[in-house]
């Protein structure tokens, strides 16, 4: 079955800095990834969905590029501010069926 | 504006009891979900529909039940709550190769 790996339970840095949160899929069908971002007792909210291979798409000064070469949608931003503080969920979908497969999550912690 | 509404927001029960949760949503979409968030376990999913009268078995299904009785309306029953049940439950809907929205949640407690 499908599966989505997020190697960081935590990541904690300072603000200014730059961040990148892993994300590798497993999946035998043609895949759609999204990144949603959940903040302390709030509904996950869509940050970003992927485009088509080797695309970057961007919001809200996040990225992350599809690599179907390698199964990975990793979620980058160049300089994190305190509001990033959040947990972060990288989620796998396929056009083969409706069922959506979350990470395991990622809690970002941003420092003054 | 699309919207995914749960209730009740919070509930309290006691092991053996009976729990309906309930979601509706605004937004004509085909797909509805229910996940549970467990500290640790991020976002599980526990069933899921396509459709009015058509049920799908997630990948944490047991001790739940789940109906879907209208394009807008999914419940998710809980018949013998147990203290393992406690837990947050989400409720998400989509359209055909959209990005879920998800509702607000409910908090549910079992003594």
């Known amino acids: 079955g499908d599966s989505v790996t997020q190697t960081e339970g935590l990541v904690t840095l300072t603000k200014g800095l730059p961040v990148m949160l892993n994300c590798t899929y497993q999946t035998t069908y043609s895949p759609f990834l999204f990144w949603y971002v959940q903040h302390l007792n709030e509904a996950p909210k869509l940050l970003l969905k992927s485009s088509t291979d080797n695309k970057r798409t961007e919001h809200q000064g996040f990225y992350a590029t599809l690599h179907k070469s390698s199964s990975s949608f990793h979620l980058q931003k160049s300089s994190v501010q305190l509001s990033d503080s959040a947990l972060y969920f990288c989620a796998l979908r396929h056009n083969a069926g409706a069922k959506l497969t979350f990470g395991g999550g990622t809690r970002l912690t941003v420092r003054p | 504006e699309a919207a995914v509404t749960q209730s009740p927001r919070n509930k309290v029960t006691v092991t053996g009891g009976n729990v309906t949760l309930s979601c509706r949503q605004t937004?004509?979409?085909?797909?509805m979900y229910w996940y549970r968030q467990d500290t640790g376990h991020g976002l599980r999913l526990i069933h899921y529909s396509y459709g009015a009268g058509n049920l799908q078995i997630g990948d944490v299904p047991d001790g739940y039940k789940a109906t879907r009785t209208t394009q807008e309306d999914f419940f998710l029953l809980l018949e013998l709550a147990s203290p393992s049940q406690t837990s947050l439950y989400f409720c998400a809907t989509a359209g055909d190769n959209q990005a879920p929205l998800f509702g607000e949640g409910t908090r549910l407690s079992v003594l």
């Open positions: 937004n004509s979409h085909n797909y």
